[in-house]
């Protein structure tokens, strides 16, 4: 088929700085020799590394594995301080990024865009920014992260708090003083668990508002350890290709063994050797049927309960904090420091918001449901985002006949691959709904996605292919999938933003996939190898030859 077309201004526009956009634009503009123009609202690289700069801020993928794999010379020439890294390291790990493949020059900083239309007559992309650009592209790349769009929840009286509040995701860059002050966190998923320990350090009292109690489980955080670098760094190549076949980005050995077919000694005494070990391995290296069998999962949920029950004194306290309402790791596994430890302080109050919410923001505070008045100076919102979907419809994105995404998206998000959607043709989405993204270590999916796009802009650019779309079937059969393996696992048990059910009004749709990193990675190379079955092609240009 042939389609009309003119030269655009542009070969792609990026939309965003972060990880993926600063990857993006490598493989656009210095391998494959496009002209790329990548916009980002901050006014600087770094994503949800430049906005997330609350206290106690910190990736919980181990540093070595959180990190880019593309360049050996990066991977031997940075060193990380810490086993976990905190958000300034990553944000001098991804400035030093930008700087060492002068990445800056291609990025329009303090830029946001606001619509993108796709116009049929030309076959390119109309961009628009809020700083007035108005420019064409053959593809339109969203790099735009998953959890990106700030959720405060519509809690009357707001405007009128006499004091100073904030959302975790959009932190001032002078940070915040907390001496001497009475502080409220609302919220207790990742950033909550994350900021309250040292929020409670900082401040003179801190009360946290919890609607669900949280399995988390300690991180055991250290300096890195100097030996243990020299031996990741002498096996990168073969940790890296790990981590990248693995289930979830990260290359810990996942346990095959059922937590119903041993004793109950042996499996107390796994349990207890991988909470002291900390972090992911208690999920991923304890028992195989933890995510999908909901009996052996309560075994696992009984354990934290108990570890709860010994490590916070106060008995009451505990009861609160007890998770009973969700299977563990139905919502985002969390891992902590120092988390239920901080409610044995003094300074620090727990209140327990199920049952009698907050009813309102008062000029001193903010009232509960049961008529219960509390007085802050500040009010720290670590209430999530609207996410996965959120900042893709903060845009005015069209295709086809002026569809809108969020038009299209109305009953959640429908794509193929995660990659791309129908009727939005040369619309390529990194880390997209319906990929593993935000259920795996984020780089290494933000990874595979640039190369498979970058791969199937080459392919195209050979062929003289102008214009890409997903056939329906395609697109209808991978959204099947995705409901089917996320109806297999304990995801479906919980009111989580990966279902969208911290958002009023949201559909509830599972929004990740669940089938692993590995798997989805073999089917995407597949996809490609076939061809890039599931795209209709349409060609209309003289092939770009390959250097
Ligand atoms: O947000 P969340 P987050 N009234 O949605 C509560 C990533 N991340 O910013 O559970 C009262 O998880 C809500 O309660 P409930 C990570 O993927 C990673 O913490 O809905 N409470 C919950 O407790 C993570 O999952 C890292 O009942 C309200 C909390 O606010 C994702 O970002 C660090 C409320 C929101 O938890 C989001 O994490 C930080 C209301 N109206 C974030 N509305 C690391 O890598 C919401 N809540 C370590």
């Known amino acids: 088929m042939s389609t009309n077309t003119s030269t655009p201004d542009l070969d792609a526009v990026v939309v965003g700085a972060g990880f993926s956009g600063l990857y993006m634009l490598r493989k656009l503009r210095d391998e494959l020799g496009m002209k790329t123009q990548v916009y980002e609202a901050g006014d600087g690289v770094g994503g949800t590394w430049y906005?997330?700069?609350?206290?106690?801020?910190?990736?919980?993928?181990?540093?070595?594995?959180?990190?880019?794999?593309?360049?050996?010379?990066?991977?031997?020439?940075?060193?990380?301080?810490?086993?976990?890294?905190?958000?300034p390291e990553i944000l001098r790990y991804l400035n030093h990024v930008a700087d060492r493949f002068d990445l800056r020059s291609g990025i329009q900083f303090n830029t946001r865009v606001t619509a993108a239309h796709f116009n049929e007559a030309d076959n390119l992309w109309e961009v628009e920014t809020d700083q007035g650009d108005q420019v064409t592209a053959r593809y339109l790349i969203t790099a735009i992260g998953c959890i990106s769009t700030g959720q405060i929840p519509k809690i009357p009286g707001l405007d009128s708090f006499a004091g100073d509040w904030y959302h975790t995701g959009a932190w001032p860059h002078a940070g915040v003083e907390f001496a001497g002050k009475r502080v409220a966190v609302i919220g207790t998923g990742s950033s909550g668990v994350?900021?309250?320990?040292?929020?409670?350090?900082?401040?003179?009292?801190?009360?946290?508002?919890?609607?669900?109690?949280?399995?988390?489980?300690?991180?055991?955080?250290?300096?890195?350890?100097?030996e243990f670098l020299k031996e990741v760094k002498a096996n990168y190549d073969e940790i890296m290709q790990k981590t990248k076949h693995s289930v979830?980005?990260?290359?810990?050995?996942?346990?095959?063994?059922?937590?119903l077919e041993v004793s109950a000694e042996e499996r107390l005494e796994t349990y207890e050797r991988l909470w002291q070990k900390g972090g992911f391995n208690f999920l991923f290296g304890s028992y195989g049927d933890i995510s999908i069998d909901r009996r052996a999962n309560d075994t696992a949920a009984e354990?934290?309960?108990?570890?709860?029950?010994?490590?916070?004194?106060?008995?009451?306290?505990?009861?609160?904090?007890?998770?009973?309402?969700?299977?563990?790791?139905?919502k985002r596994a969390l891992i902590d420091t120092n988390y239920f430890e901080t409610y044995n302080?003094?300074?620090?109050?727990?209140?327990?918001?199920?049952?009698?919410?907050?009813?309102?923001?008062?000029?001193?505070?903010?009232?509960?449901?049961?008529?219960?008045?509390?007085?802050?100076?500040?009010?720290?919102?670590?209430?999530?985002?609207?996410a996965m979907t959120g900042t893709f419809f903060k845009m005015d994105i069209r295709g086809r006949d002026g569809l809108?995404?969020?038009?299209?998206?109305?009953?959640?998000?429908?794509?193929?691959?995660?990659?791309?959607?129908?009727?939005?043709?040369?619309?390529?989405?990194?880390?997209?709904?319906?990929?593993?993204?935000?259920?795996?270590?984020?780089?290494v999916s933000i990874e595979q996605h640039v190369e498979w796009i970058a791969d199937f802009v080459e392919y195209q650019r050979e062929?003289?292919?102008?214009?890409?779309d997903v056939e329906q079937q395609a697109e209808d059969d991978w959204v099947q999938h995705v409901n089917e393996i996320a109806d297999q696992t304990m995801y479906m048990l919980a009111d989580s933003w990966y279902l969208g059910a911290n958002i009023p009004g949201k559909p509830r749709v599972f929004m990740p996939y669940a089938g692993g990193v590995n798997v989805y990675r073999d089917r995407c190379d597949q996809i490609a190898a076939d061809g890039y079955e599931g795209f209709v092609m349409s060609e209309t240009s003289e092939p770009v030859l390959a250097d």
Not at 248 to 259: D, I, K, L, N, T
Not at 305 to 328: G, M, N
Not at 463 to 468: A, Y
Request: glycine content about 6%; some cysteine.
């Open 345 to 386: 302080r003094d300074n620090v109050d727990l209140v327990d918001i199920r049952h009698f919410p907050i009813e309102e923001i008062t000029p001193t505070g903010l009232r509960t449901a049961d008529g219960a008045e509390y007085e802050f100076d500040i009010i720290v919102f670590a209430t999530g985002y609207d």
């Open 463 to 468: 062929r003289g292919i102008d214009v890409v």
């Open 303 to 330: 354990f934290i309960r108990s570890k709860i029950r010994e490590i916070v004194q106060d008995p009451e306290t505990a009861e609160k904090l007890l998770p009973r309402d969700h299977p563990f790791a139905s």
């Open 51 to 87: 906005w997330n700069r609350y206290p106690g801020a910190r990736c919980d993928s181990e540093s070595y594995i959180y990190c880019f794999s593309f360049d050996d010379d990066l991977l031997q020439e940075w060193n990380w301080s810490g086993k976990y890294p905190e958000q």
């Open 194 to 226: 994350q900021s309250i320990p040292v929020i409670a350090r900082e401040s003179e009292h801190l009360t946290v508002f919890q609607r669900t109690p949280q399995y988390t489980i300690p991180a055991r955080h250290e300096t890195v350890n100097e």
């Open 248 to 259: 979830a980005g990260m290359p810990y050995e996942a346990s095959e063994v059922s937590a």
């Open 404 to 443: 809108e995404l969020k038009e299209k998206w109305s009953e959640g998000p429908k794509t193929y691959l995660g990659l791309a959607t129908v009727d939005f043709p040369n619309m390529f989405m990194i880390t997209g709904p319906g990929s593993p993204s935000v259920l795996s270590n984020m780089p």
